[in-house]
Nanobody, 122 residues
């Protein structure tokens, strides 16, 4: 049974940093590509960053230069380092797994975590 569990969310002031983690269980981690998504109240879920098994990444323009996606295949863990946070980054952040790579479309992802809340105050 595939399980994804996010952690690391919290409340920070604008300009601060957070590091999100996503622990994966129940499947062969390297067979899937991974992504981070976020959803603010009243808005659609949007792709933030994705990474494939070889480490190639794709990052949304809205966070490029501020957010970095990475993974530790030995630990089956995905990360999102978020720097220079802005109030508009406030959202629930989700990790997800997909058999398709190089995509930030939520509908391409098969498995989802429960999410971790990130709140950025001005």
């Amino acid at each position: 049974q595939v399980q994804l569990m996010e952690s690391g969310g919290g409340s920070v002031q604008a300009g601060g940093s957070l590091r999100l983690s996503c622990a994966a269980f129940g499947y062969t981690y390297s067979l899937y590509c991974m992504g981070w998504f976020r959803q603010a109240p009243g808005k659609e879920r949007e792709g933030v960053a994705s990474i494939d098994s070889d480490g190639s990444t794709s990052v949304a323009d809205s966070v490029k230069g501020r957010f970095t996606i990475s993974q530790d295949n030995a630990k089956n863990t995905l990360y999102l380092q978020m720097n220079s946070l802005k109030p508009e980054d406030t959202a629930m952040y989700y990790c997800a797994a997909s058999r398709r790579c190089y995509t930030l479309f939520p509908t391409d992802y098969n498995y989802w975590g429960q999410g971790t809340q990130v709140t950025v105050s001005s």
